[in-house]
Nanobody, 127 residues
Framework: QLQASGGGLVQPGNSLRLSCVDSGRSLRIYALGWFRQAPGKGREYVAAITWSNHATDYADIVQGRATVSVDNAEHTVYLQINGLTPEDTALYYC??????????????????????WGQGTQVTVSS
């Protein structure tokens, strides 16, 4: 079961690090993605990382100001976003590919390739 945490209220320009842990350490994860959904908007892709070789992928919306990393021993993936703006305000979700869907396709931005989703953690950027 995936559990996301680390959200909160931050001021514009600050940074935040979100965590996503496989609390049961029971998932065979091939890739883990981060998505977000702002009020009144659709879900959008943020970033992803492969579990074994730590290859990363970022959406344009966070390119250059986000870092996704994985601690395999702790079954935890982190997403740090710097230079937060009010446009980053959203509910952030993590999702795992446990069926190897991304292994050959590398379509990390497609939410359909992820089969295990955690609950969201709210990030609010406001002064």
């Amino acid at each position: 079961q995936l559990q996301a945490s680390g959200g909160g209220l931050v001021q514009p320009g600050n940074s935040l690090r979100l965590s996503c842990v496989d609390s049961g350490r029971s998932l065979r994860i091939y890739a883990l993605g981060w998505f977000r959904q702002a009020p009144g908007k659709g879900r959008e892709y943020v970033a992803a990382i492969t579990w074994s070789n730590h290859a990363t992928d970022y959406a344009d919306i966070v390119q250059g100001r986000a870092t996704v990393s994985v601690d395999n021993a702790e079954h935890t993936v982190y997403l740090q976003i710097n230079g937060l703006t009010p446009e980053d305000t959203a509910l952030y979700y993590c999702a795992a590919d446990t069926k190897k869907s991304t292994y050959y396709s590398h379509t990390y931005s497609d939410s359909a390739v992820y089969d295990s989703w955690g609950q969201g953690t709210q990030v609010t950027v406001s002064s």
